[in-house]
């Protein structure tokens, strides 16, 4: 009875959240779910969702990233102190859109994407809101990098606006313009500011040695540079989608999920192998 219960309490959790956001896909897709690839976005959504692991998780790093501005502040220097975090996973939380496209056995969709960002729905991810603010009450400029394009600057200003964010502004938000890669825009910001700390779930919202790179050179990059994660680079966590997983399928994003289920089920033979 337990093997039976347990999946039916799952999916039953989820339609709550769901249907607060009206957006619960209809319970004929909910069947048509692809194993691996969707599947496991809905248990990586629920987990986000549900568990107080994931919001301890959060707590810890903005709990970090306070200890860690702190810390700068007590060193002086010639230009003006800046934040520069991402937003998708690391201030605001889209969980429930990814899952109900997940319930409908959807991968990501541009379409259906840009509709959720333009409602301006999304909550905060715990603890971002208290650590921005208090960072802009020490004279910390926020600047928010985020690959949203150009045409969503309304719903996301709309949103981050909502939570009352410090610097939710036209000149703080720097939206993906001709590329998805963030160091032109990071660099932008570090001609006029010290940038004391960057957040994000995602390593190449760190830097560019993590972008388009293999599994094994993200890897490596990250052993190398390892001293700099807790310190300056603060990673939220993201199981449901990323870079990590686009580095799987050696960036073809333009795989089907069916595609993408047979390359996860080698990595997961090869993981059971090992």
Same mark, same amino acid.
């Given at each position: 009875?337990?093997?039976?219960?347990?999946?039916?309490?799952?999916?039953? $959790?989820?339609?709550?959240?769901?249907?607060?956001?009206?957006?619960?896909?209809?319970?004929?897709?909910?069947?048509?779910?692809?194993?691996?690839?969707?599947?496991?976005?809905?248990? @990586?959504?629920?987990?986000?969702?549900?568990? @107080?692991?994931?919001?301890?998780?959060?707590?810890?790093?903005?709990?970090? @990233?306070?200890?860690?501005?702190?810390?700068?502040?007590?060193?002086?220097?010639?230009?003006?102190?800046?934040?520069?975090?991402?937003?998708?996973?690391?201030?605001?939380?889209?969980?429930?859109?990814?899952?109900?496209?997940?319930?409908?056995?959807?991968?990501?969709?541009?379409?259906?994407?840009?509709?959720?960002?333009?409602?301006?729905? #999304?909550?905060?991810? @715990?603890?971002?809101?208290?650590?921005?603010?208090?960072?802009?009450?020490?004279?910390?400029?926020?600047?928010?990098?985020?690959?949203?394009?150009?045409?969503?600057?309304?719903?996301?200003?709309?949103?981050?606006?909502?939570?009352?964010?410090?610097?939710?502004?036209?000149?703080?938000?720097? $939206?993906?313009?001709?590329?998805?890669?963030?160091?032109?825009?990071?660099?932008?910001?570090?001609?006029?500011?010290?940038?004391?700390?960057?957040?994000?779930?995602?390593?190449?919202?760190?830097?560019?040695?993590?972008?388009?790179?293999?599994?094994?050179?993200?890897?490596?990059?990250?052993?190398?540079?390892? #001293?700099?994660?807790?310190?300056?680079?603060?990673?939220?966590?993201?199981?449901?989608?990323?870079?990590?997983?686009?580095? $799987?399928?050696?960036?073809?994003?333009?795989?089907?999920?069916?595609?993408?289920?047979?390359?996860?089920?080698?990595?997961?033979?090869?993981?059971?192998?090992?």
């Amino acid at each position: 009875m337990k093997k039976n219960f347990f999946p039916f309490l799952i999916l039953l $959790l989820s339609a709550c959240s769901l249907q607060k956001h009206q957006i619960l896909p209809d319970k004929r897709s909910i069947a048509t779910a692809n194993p691996i690839n969707t599947n496991g976005k809905i248990m @990586a959504n629920i987990w986000m969702q549900r568990s @107080a692991e994931y919001k301890a998780l959060c707590f810890q790093a903005y709990n970090l @990233a306070q200890f860690r501005l702190d810390e700068a502040l007590k060193t002086a220097s010639a230009k003006p102190k800046a934040i520069v975090t991402d937003i998708d996973e690391t201030v605001l939380d889209n969980s429930p859109h990814d899952m109900a496209e997940a319930l409908a056995g959807k991968d990501f969709d541009l379409k259906t994407w840009k509709l959720w960002t333009a409602k301006a729905e #999304a909550d905060t991810i @715990a603890g971002a809101a208290a650590f921005l603010k208090y960072a802009a009450s020490k004279n910390v400029a926020i600047f928010y990098i985020t690959n949203r394009d150009e045409d969503e600057r309304a719903g996301t200003l709309k949103n981050l606006q909502k939570f009352n964010l410090p610097n939710a502004d036209d000149t703080h938000l720097l $939206l993906k313009q001709n590329t998805s890669s963030k160091e032109i825009r990071r660099d932008q910001v570090l001609q006029n500011y010290d940038v004391v700390l960057f957040l994000g779930d995602n390593l190449n919202d760190f830097s560019a040695m993590f972008e388009r790179k293999t599994y094994e050179d993200r890897l490596q990059n990250a052993k190398t540079h390892q #001293a700099e994660f807790g310190k300056k680079f603060i990673v939220l966590p993201n199981p449901a989608y990323g870079d990590w997983e686009g580095a $799987l399928y050696q960036y073809n994003y333009q795989l089907k999920p069916v595609q993408k289920d047979s390359v996860l089920k080698k990595w997961a033979i090869k993981e059971a192998s090992n």
